[in-house]
Antibody, heavy 116, light 112 residues
């Protein structure tokens, strides 16, 4: 059974950093492209970043480019999102999801709250 | 960026009645491989998003056949033939053709 489990969320001050992890099981991570998405309170879904199976191709949304870094460790079956210079508007539930053109598998999400 | 515009944004429906959500893209969603990567997602309260439809009209495994997708180019529709109580939630269209991937604003479906 495919499972994606996010972790690493929490409360952080504006300007701070956080690293999210997504543990994958039930499939070979290296065979799949992966993504991070989020849903802020009262707002809709937002795609943030994508990484190819080998990690050589990466895309970012403009809203996080230069602040967030996606990476993966296929040997550990894990996906990561390093978030720096966090802002109040980054407060959201963050999801990892598998796929290229659409996302059939999603994690349960991890809540990030940016507040002083 | 490709702008995805959904309507309506709020959809009160009577149980057993049909419902329809429109999604329009600012550019064609036909990819160079000939496929149109338009997806529909459902997000129930407190749950992760669930994909219902991929490539315009293909239902994912386990999705009830009361859900159907149609459209082409820049105009797409999600239909629920007979709304059930478990269909309450927010529905999103999403394009997977262009970078960055973009979602519609979401349509909140509630029972009258």
């Amino acid at each position: 059974e495919v499972q994606l489990v996010e972790s690493g969320g929490g409360l952080v001050q504006p300007g701070g950093s956080l690293r999210l992890s997504c543990a994958a099981s039930g499939f070979t991570l290296s065979n799949y492209e992966m993504n991070w998405l989020r849903r802020a309170p009262g707002k809709g879904l937002e795609w943030l970043s994508h990484i190819s199976g080998s990690g050589t191709t990466i895309h970012y949304a403009d809203s996080v480019k230069g602040r967030f870094t996606i990476s993966r460790d296929n040997a550990k079956s894990s996906l990561y999102l390093q978030m720096n210079n966090l802002r109040a508007e980054d407060t959201a539930v963050y999801y990892c999801a598998r796929g290229t053109y659409g996302y059939i598998y999603w994690g349960q999400g991890t809540l990030v709250t940016v507040s002083s | 960026d490709v702008v995805m515009t959904q309507s309506p944004l709020s959809l009160p429906v009577t149980l057993g009645q049909p419902a329809s959500i429109s999604c329009r893209s600012s550019q064609s969603l036909v990819y160079s491989d000939g496929n149109t990567y338009l997806n529909w997602f459902q997000q129930r309260p407190g749950q992760s998003p669930r994909r219902l439809i991929y490539r315009v009209s293909n239902r994912d495994s386990g999705v009830p056949d009361r859900f159907s997708g149609s459209g082409s180019g820049t105009d797409f529709t999600l239909k629920i033939s007979r709304v059930e109580a478990e269909d309450v939630g927010v529905y999103y269209c999403m394009q997977g053709t262009h970078w960055p991937r973009t979602f519609g604003q979401g349509t909140k479906v509630e029972i009258k």
